[in-house]
């Protein structure tokens, strides 16, 4: 694809609600990142994937996050029992293998009413 | 990653240069300087990048000083569309973790 795709790109959601949000880097990217930004507020890392190395987690903010990688390619970002602090605009990036230039979607803005 | 300070705003004239500072004094000889923006509701856009020479794209410059200590991003004529959160990031090439985003500096450019 020409670049990273998010979907959807608006989530309105109940509180205690599981969401799914989906990010498709570009092709070929082997890392993807996935970070969160509330409103005013600066990027929050959330979860970093490389190749077929272990998914660094550290920034997931508690369990009720989770983030998979399929086949290297599509990444699935879930999560459960939402809290309207989950409320903020969900950003996926994917770059080239050894490469620092991160490709940006446009984000999931997601709403826990 | 060393660590950067980027003033938190300024402001620039439209038509004039921007010149937006960042201070990288605890980079080490490996470490890359990146400059990303993000405008409004969108997504970090990459700008540039450079390890000791001066770069130059269809974007900005970027100036690094001899001792690698700081850099300055340009943004030869600035438009109304630059208006935007620009990030300085040092980091080194294949560095295998995430990439962290700091405070950055608000640029308002006005008419």
């Known amino acids: 694809g020409a670049g990273v795709s998010q979907s959807p790109s608006n989530k309105v959601t109940e509180k205690g609600k599981d969401v799914e949000l989906r990010c498709d880097p570009i092709?070929?990217?082997?890392?993807l990142y996935w970070y969160r930004q509330s409103l005013g507020q600066g990027l929050e890392f959330l979860i970093y994937f490389q190749g077929n190395s272990a998914p660094d987690k550290s920034g997931l903010p508690s369990d009720r996050f989770s983030a998979e990688r399929t086949g290297g390619s599509v990444s699935t970002l879930t999560i459960q029992r939402t809290q309207q602090e989950d409320s903020a605009v969900y950003l996926c990036a994917s770059s080239a293998q050894g490469q620092e230039k991160l490709f940006f979607g446009s984000g999931t803005q997601l709403s826990v009413l | 990653d060393a660590k950067t300070t980027q003033p938190p705003s300024m402001d620039c004239a439209e038509g004039r240069a921007a010149n937006l500072p960042c201070n990288h004094s605890?980079?080490?000889?490996?470490?890359?300087v990146y400059w990303y923006r993000q405008i409004h509701s969108q997504g970090p856009q990459y700008i540039i990048h450079g390890l000791k020479n001066n770069e130059t794209n269809e974007m900005a410059s970027l100036i690094i000083t001899e001792d690698r200590k700081s850099s300055t991003l340009i943004l030869p004529h600035a438009t109304l569309r630059d208006t935007a959160v620009y990030y300085c990031i040092v980091r080194v090439d294949n560095a295998g973790n995430m990439l962290t985003f700091g405070g950055g500096t608000r640029l308002m450019v006005k008419p």
């Open positions: 092709s070929g990217h082997t890392a």
């Open positions: 605890t980079i080490s000889g490996n470490e890359y």
